[in-house]
């Protein structure tokens, strides 16, 4: 008995919960910054130390979302892989973006607590971020072409009377 039901996710199903939680998570760690960045006097700097309350909630928050972004983005990555068959070997590279969003984030909320320590060397601060960006670039690559070239792949190596 057939039935005329129209699945208006069709799909895209097994993505959403995935999808959901990580909009949801990031719609509402926005709302919740909003709201403590209306505070009355957040502009104060923390006695003792030359950092404002505002930076240390914007980094606190900050933190909060590279979690998620890292989290749920990793898992609906995962969720593709598993939906989608075809594009299995590029799930990868959708978890790739996702690190490196959640890299970015850190990049950007931190620049401002850190900003003092790397006042002679201002460049010292982007090359950490960037050689933190490199370890999953090198391994999402190395993940995708292995996967591309599949199991059955002809490896070369090198022997010693190759030399």
């Keep these: 008995m057939p039935t005329n039901t129209h699945d208006s996710f069709g799909d895209f199903r097994p993505l959403m919960p995935s999808l959901i939680r990580l909009l949801a998570g990031i719609i509402v760690l926005i709302v919740v910054q909003s709201i403590i960045l209306g505070f009355p006097g957040i502009t104060q700097t923390v006695p003792g130390t030359s950092y404002s309350v505002v930076s240390l909630t914007l980094f606190t928050v900050g933190l909060v979302v590279a979690a998620v972004v890292l989290k749920y983005g990793t898992q609906l990555a995962s969720a593709v892989s598993d939906t989608y068959k075809a594009y299995r070997a590029y799930a990868p590279i959708l978890a790739w973006i996702f690190q490196l969003m959640a890299l ?60």
């Excluded at 006042?119 to 010292?124: D, E, I, K, R």
């Excluded at 190395?142 to 022997?159: I, R």
Aim: proline share 7%; charged share 10%.
């Design 104 to 163: 970015y984030i850190l990049y950007t909320v931190s620049k401002t607590l850190v900003s003092g320590f790397f006042a002679n060397t201002p460049w010292a601060y982007p090359l950490i971020f960037l050689a933190m960006a490199l370890i999953p670039t090198v391994r999402v690559v190395v993940t995708v072409v292995h996967a591309l070239e599949g199991p059955n792949a002809h490896k070369q190596t090198v022997t010693r009377d190759q030399f």
